[in-house]
């Protein structure tokens, strides 16, 4: 990485955004600087990336491709897009080192309403249904393990979700702290299950190949899982402030994260391939249980549904921890939203934020994590007669709202990696610590596997996919009011 001193653009004037309140600066009251390092911040991404896909897609994956050495090279690619994401992101976060993230780009780039809209439906839907559903996932779990009917898992994930925001209410140390022990528990977890793979060996499974099944959709399919699997790599920005040395830091949090969880997903399914053998591979949903099983009989069952809760716990953590500091900055620039600006000095957390999302996430496990709240939602869809809501056709609750909600979020994706060149346009003096090698290939990449799942989403959700349509048009009535709160206030 460049060594390079950590100077940011102070904030003022120059720097402001048209009929936008001034956003804090790192550092000042309330807001907290420099409490994360590199480690923290690796951490935070690899406990939001590998949540708990890893655990169930590689039988659908191979199921969708003609050998091993076929499944194996869409994850390397699916590694390298994820590469050429970070490559990007690593620009744009030493650049513009606020809290935020992509918040901030796509209202640096584009302007104030299309980061308002990023927040928005990251508030309402994107963000706290990722929370909600990670927490059910933890929630099914843990019942499981315990012997607990299945009606108690929605109560247990409301559990999970508001002990992790009161850990993050305490402080970003704690938060912190929280979020290395998980990351290390669950990292160290995972050597197991490679380990029980190679001790099961039959490499000679690696040369296996098989037709894909009639009727499976093929490749397409394959890498769209796999990207979904590397989802998360670019929430570190979103508490860019809060990084010590943030030139250096940022850049290689990013880029080391994203390459070691490339090798180790890499490595998880070498062990599956060779543990379980190709065909067994391809008919599992649960490959990890099931290769644990093979080797240590029903105690490895058990042991991965422990590493499986953990896991979904890494990835909740991380996600409340990060994702407050998107609502905390939406609040600090639109007066609609101004409480979710105010940080606690004590802690230096923004604790509005941290609430708000908590009991946006709460209602969400009420409504799609529940028959009662699904069918109070299929009771309002009937009565506005819009197409009524395929919950089996998508796995699930919260399967169902991330599939509707996917569309929105990786157009927001593309929009972000666009701004990079935006930016170079509009602020082409602007010091940047570090510049996105192979540019403008690199960014070409990124946005073009954008347009890919932003295709693929809509081809899946179908007609519903008018969801996220529907929010984005409410948060743009909302934004227009703000601004009226704003000029009138001003």
């Given at each position: 990485?460049?060594?390079?001193p ?13 009929g ?9 009251v ?13 951490s ?5 990336v ?56 796509l ?12 927040a ?57 702290m929280?979020?290395?022990?998980l ?11 490679v ?10 499974e ?8 009639e ?19 670019n ?7 809060e ?26 399914n ?94 969400l496990?009420g ?8 069918g ?21 609750g ?37 510049r ?20 693929s989403?809509?081809d ?31």
């Amino acid at each position: 990485m460049p060594d390079m001193p950590d100077s940011s653009v102070a904030a003022g004037p120059e720097n402001a955004l048209p009929g936008d309140r001034r956003r804090p600066e790192p550092g000042d009251v309330g807001q907290a600087s420099g409490q994360l390092s590199t480690a923290d911040a690796v951490s935070l991404i690899v406990g939001i990336v590998v949540g708990v896909s890893i655990f169930k897609i590689p039988g659908l994956v191979f199921s969708n491709v003609g050998s091993p050495l076929e499944g194996l090279l869409v994850w390397l690619a699916g590694g390298l897009i994820a590469l050429a994401g970070a490559l990007c992101y690593a620009e744009l976060t030493t650049t513009w080192p606020r809290s935020g993230g992509d918040y901030e780009y796509l209202t640096r780039a584009w302007g104030p309403w299309a980061g308002f809209l990023f927040a928005w439906s990251h508030l309402t839907a994107i963000l706290t249904g990722s929370i909600g559903g990670l927490a059910y996932v933890f929630a099914d779990y843990a019942c499981s393990l315990a012997g607990f009917e299945e009606s108690r898992a929605a109560p247990l994930a409301a559990v999970a979700v508001v002990l992790l925001t009161g850990v993050n209410l305490a402080g970003i140390r704690f938060g912190r702290m929280a979020q290395n022990l998980l990351t290390a528990a669950k990292v160290l977890g995972l050597g197991g299950l490679v380990a029980a793979g190679f001790y099961a060996a039959r490499f000679t499974e690696l040369t296996a190949e098989a037709p894909v099944p009639e009727g499976m959709p093929g490749l397409g399919l394959a890498m769209v899982l796999v990207l979904y699997a590397y989802g998360g790599w670019n929430d570190a920005a979103f508490v860019a402030a809060e990084v010590r040395d943030r030139n250096r830091a940022l850049p290689r949090a990013l880029i080391c994260s994203t390459a070691a969880i490339c090798g180790l997903y890499l490595l998880i399914n070498v062990a599956f391939i060779a543990g379980l053998g190709f065909t067994e591979l391809r008919n599992s949903g649960v490959p990890a249980a099931d290769l644990m099983q093979s080797v240590f009989g029903p105690t490895g069952r058990v042991a991965i549904s422990l590493l499986v809760c953990i896991s979904a716990l890494g990835g909740l953590n991380g996600l409340i921890l990060a994702g407050s500091r998107v609502h905390a900055a939406l609040g600090e620039d639109h007066r609609l939203f101004a409480p979710l600006g105010r940080w606690r000095r004590e802690s230096s957390v923004p604790a509005v934020a941290l609430l708000t999302q908590s009991v946006v996430s709460l209602l969400l496990i009420g409504l799609v994590g529940t028959e009662t709240g699904r069918g109070a939602i299929d009771g309002a869809v009937e009565l506005l007669r819009i197409p009524a809501v395929e919950w089996g056709r998508f796995g699930g609750g919260f399967d169902t709202l991330i599939a509707l909600t996917a569309p929105v979020f990786w157009l927001f994706f593309l929009m972000t990696g666009c701004s990079l060149v935006i930016l170079r346009w509009k602020e082409p003096a602007r010091p940047r610590p570090f510049r996105t090698p192979l540019f403008p290939f690199t960014v070409l990449l990124f946005c073009g596997s954008c347009v890919f799942m932003i295709w693929s989403s809509v081809d899946w959700a179908g007609s519903l996919a008018a969801f996220g349509g529907v929010q984005l048009l409410i948060g743009l009535v909302l934004y227009l009011i703000s601004g009226q709160l704003g000029r009138r206030s001003a």
